[in-house]
C-alpha cells in the first residue's frame, strides 16, 4: 500500500499516485478558447468537473507546462465540448502539441467567439469567474452563459486508455445474435504474453470457460487459476469463420505464476505458425508493433479483411496539452 507523505514525492511515489489517479474513469473534453490576437488555441483534458447550478460554475484544471496555459489564464472566455465516442480522434489531435490544430479539425465560432466542435454530446461557454493555483495546475472556473447538448455515447478514459460507454455490450448483443462468441484477453507482463498452450505445441490467448462468455467470467476464471488480472480496454474484434465462433479479445495484463497449461512467452518468441486461428495469427502479429510503438488500436472485423481503429493515447495520465 503507497502511502501519502508531507514534502518532495520521489518520481517512483508520483508515477504510483497517476495510477492511482487514472482509476477514476472520466469523460473527455476539449478545452478552447482564443489568444489576444483571435487565434484559437485548445487542449484534451479530462479534469473536468461541473461545481453549481446556482450560479451556474464549472471547473477545468490546466497543467502549467501546458502550452496554452497562460494563454486560458489571460483569456476572458473559454468553451468545453464533452467529446462522443466518435472522437477519439479528436482528442488525440488536441492532446498533441500539433501548432495547426484547429486547420486538422471542424470547428465554429459560438457566443463570444469561443471555438466549438461539431459533433461534440455538449458544448458549454463560460466567463472566466475565478483563477485558482493548485500546485503544477491551475484551476479555472468558469460561470457559465450558454450551453448546448445533443444525443450520442460518451467518449470515455480510464487507466490511460480511451473507451467507448456501452460498446461492449452492443457487441455482445450483436455476436449473440449471429452464433457462438470467445471472449478472450492478450494479457502483458514486462513484455511476454500469457497464451495457452496445447500438447501438439498450438498456442491461443486465454479465454473465458464455456457458460461464462463475459469479460466478468473471464476475469473470475483467470483468478481461480491464482493471476492478477487487470482488463483496460477492447483490443479486438472479429468473425473466425475456420471455428464457426465471434471473438472479442481484450487487453490487459496479468501477474502470477503460469498456471498448468499456460506459459509466458515474450513478443518475438510467440510461434505465430502454431496460432489457434488466421485471426489470432494476424491479431499477435499486429500487437507486436503496435507494443513497439506504444500505440494500440481496435480491430473490427473477419478472418480476412477490417478495419482497425487506432486509439491515440497520451503519454502520460494527464490530458493537458
Request: hydrophobic share 40%.
Amino acid at each position: 500500500m503507497a502511502e501519502a507523505r508531507d514534502g518532495a514525492m520521489t518520481e517512483a511515489d508520483k508515477s504510483a499516485l497517476r495510477d492511482a489517479f487514472g482509476s477514476f474513469a472520466t469523460g473527455v473534453t476539449v478545452v478552447t478558447t482564443r489568444q489576444a490576437d483571435g487565434t484559437p488555441r485548445g487542449f484534451t483534458a479530462n479534469s473536468f468537473t461541473s461545481v453549481s447550478l446556482d450560479p451556474p460554475l464549472l471547473l477545468i484544471c490546466v497543467a502549467k507546462t501546458a502550452q496554452s496555459c497562460s494563454t486560458f489564464c489571460a483569456a476572458s472566455h473559454f468553451a468545453v465540448n464533452v467529446l462522443s465516442e466518435e472522437q477519439r480522434d479528436v482528442s488525440g489531435l488536441f492532446a498533441s502539441r500539433a501548432p495547426d490544430k484547429f486547420d486538422q479539425s471542424d470547428w465554429r465560432p459560438g457566443p463570444e467567439g469561443m471555438p466549438i466542435l461539431p459533433g461534440s454530446l455538449c458544448s458549454f461557454v463560460c466567463a472566466r469567474h475565478a483563477e485558482i493555483d493548485a500546485g503544477d495546475h491551475v484551476v479555472l472556473m468558469g460561470r457559465v452563459l450558454s450551453f448546448e447538448m445533443r444525443g450520442g455515447a460518451p467518449l470515455g478514459y480510464h487507466r490511460g486508455s480511451y473507451f467507448s460507454i456501452g460498446l461492449e455490450d452492443r457487441l455482445v448483443d450483436a455476436a449473440a445474435g449471429q452464433g457462438g462468441m470467445r471472449i478472450g484477453a492478450i494479457m502483458e507482463r514486462d513484455g511476454a504474453l500469457l497464451l495457452r498452450r496445447d500438447a501438439a505445441g498450438r498456442v491461443s490467448v486465454p479465454v473465458a470457460p464455456a457458460g461464462a462468455g463475459s469479460v466478468t467470467g473471464l476475469a473470475a476464471h483467470l483468478g481461480a487459476l491464482g493471476l492478477t488480472v487487470q482488463l483496460d480496454h477492447l483490443y479486438s474484434v472479429y468473425k473466425d469463420p475456420q471455428h464457426g465462433h465471434h471473438a472479442m479479445i481484450y487487453h490487459g495484463t496479468v501477474d502470477g505464476p503460469a498456471p498448468a497449461g499456460m506459459v509466458y512467452l515474450p513478443l518475438e518468441d510467440i510461434p505465430l505458425d502454431k496460432m489457434h486461428s488466421a485471426p489470432e495469427r494476424s491479431m499477435l502479429a499486429r500487437y507486436r508493433q503496435e507494443y513497439k510503438h506504444g500505440q494500440f488500436g481496435i480491430y473490427q472485423g473477419n478472418a480476412d479483411q477490417g478495419v482497425v481503429r487506432v486509439m491515440p493515447m497520451p503519454t502520460s495520465g494527464d490530458l493537458d496539452g
